[in-house]
């Protein structure tokens, strides 16, 4: 990763000089251990800030839209792909956006990490494949493959699929034969236990949000859920109104998540919402065969018509 | 949408779609009583409803 980062601070370090971007977007150590948050760059002296390492799990694809001028951001391939998504739906031109391409080894599940801790974790450090954390009572070393997150083990597109320059070597991509083993466990249960699932699922959601606004797909300028002529559903945190809005933002990203994860990253009570849009992306790729943003040149499936569309929903 | 809803748990029977003309009243029949009987078969829906009280 410590190539990675320097060949990432050349880039955006000689873009910005050359002044052929006016902004880079990238990834800053974040204000507490084991976490990075977005950062944009706009000085060749601030691109010492810029770091990559496995706690980047937010997807940068995000912060690339309504951007005045050339930006350059740093995509791995799940935000490569939201990229695609984004230049398909006319939120950013091609020519607007420098890639910079990161090729992707996953990324951790912090809240596993922390379940080991009873403590704070004061020290985070990567070497290789290894992770090694530091609190204020013991010190673990652990193998990065052992705690990646679900989405990045079951992912197989790790290499950006668009991208101006690299910043490292391709990597493998993994063939993965069951991609989809927690939407079938789900559909393997009875209706009853199905709803129980997503009833226990969301039951501590506080409604903040902060999946749908770490999430690329969701820039309507207003929400269905901030509409209040007419509301489309209620503001509190009544649990119909709860399910309501998880399984419509979920309906809103059919056939466009690229399952980055940055929506269960973002979710402060560790509620795995992708157990909603995965299913979605389950029936998009088993119906349609497609998966989002893989390729500049087609619309997503809701979004085109075909003689051939699966119609046995319909009378 | 009807599969994300069935995968949460809400009965198919309970999600109906349909095209219908305004000339096609036959079918309008129909498709009616084909939905209230299927939903009729069901029961009460208990899910996705908000209890104002
Ligand atoms: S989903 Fe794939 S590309 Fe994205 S962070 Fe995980 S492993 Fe990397
Ligand atoms: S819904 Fe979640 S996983 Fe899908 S694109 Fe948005 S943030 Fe990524
Ligand atoms: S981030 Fe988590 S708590 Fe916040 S609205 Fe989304 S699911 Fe609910």
């Not at chain 1, 496995?54 to 690339?64: M, V």
């Not at chain 1, 350059?72 to 939120?91: L, M, Y």
């Not at chain 1, 922390?114 to 530091?134: N, P, T």
Request: aromatic share 8%; net charge neutral; proline share 4%.
């Amino acid at each position: 990763m410590d190539t990675c980062i320097q060949k990432i601070r050349e880039i955006a370090f000689q873009l910005l000089d050359k002044k052929e971007v006016e902004k880079v977007i990238g990834f800053s150590n974040g204000t507490i251990p084991m976490a990075t948050s977005p950062i944009t760059i706009a000085s060749k002296q601030d691109t010492e800030k810029l770091v990559f390492n496995s706690t980047c799990g937010l997807n940068l694809a995000n912060y690339i839209r309504q951007q005045k001028g050339k930006i350059a951001v740093i995509a791995k391939g799940c935000d490569s792909r939201n990229i695609v998504t984004h230049i398909i739906e006319n939120q950013v031109k091609r020519d607007q956006v420098y890639i910079i391409g990161v090729p992707c080894n996953g990324m951790i599940n912090k809240s596993k990490i922390k379940s080991l801790f009873e403590d704070e974790i004061q020290k985070f450090e990567e070497d290789g494949d290894s992770l090694i954390i530091e609190s204020s009572s013991k010190k673990e070393k652990l193998k990065k493959n052992d705690y990646l997150r679900e989405n990045c083990r079951l992912c197989q597109h790790r290499n950006p699929v668009i991208y101006d320059v690299l910043a490292g070597d391709l990597v493998k991509e993994q063939i993965i034969d069951v991609p989809y083993p927690d939407v079938e466990k789900i559909a393997a249960l009875e209706a009853d236990a199905r709803w129980i699932h997503f009833q226990d699922l969301t039951k501590n959601c506080i409604r903040c949000y902060a999946c749908r606004n770490a999430c690329p797909l969701c820039y309507c300028p207003t929400c269905f859920v901030d509409e209040s002529g007419p509301q489309w559903v209620g503001k509190g945190q009544d649990k119909t109104d709860i399910n309501t809005f998880h399984f419509l933002r979920a309906f809103h990203c059919a056939g466009r998540c690229t399952d980055c994860g940055a929506c269960a990253e973002a979710c402060p009570m560790d509620i795995n919402v992708r157990d909603f849009t995965r299913k979605l992306n389950k029936d998009t790729f088993d119906m349609f065969g497609w998966e989002a943003g893989l390729d500049l040149t087609k619309r997503p499936p809701l979004d085109a018509y075909s003689p051939d569309d699966p119609n046995d929903f319909i009378k | 949408m009807g599969n994300l809803l069935e995968h949460m748990g809400i009965e198919r029977d309970r999600i109906h779609f349909s095209w219908i003309s305004s000339a096609e009243a036959t079918k309008f029949v129909d498709v009616v009583k084909e939905i209230s009987n299927k939903v009729r078969a069901l029961g009460p829906n208990k899910k996705l409803v908000k209890d104002y009280n």
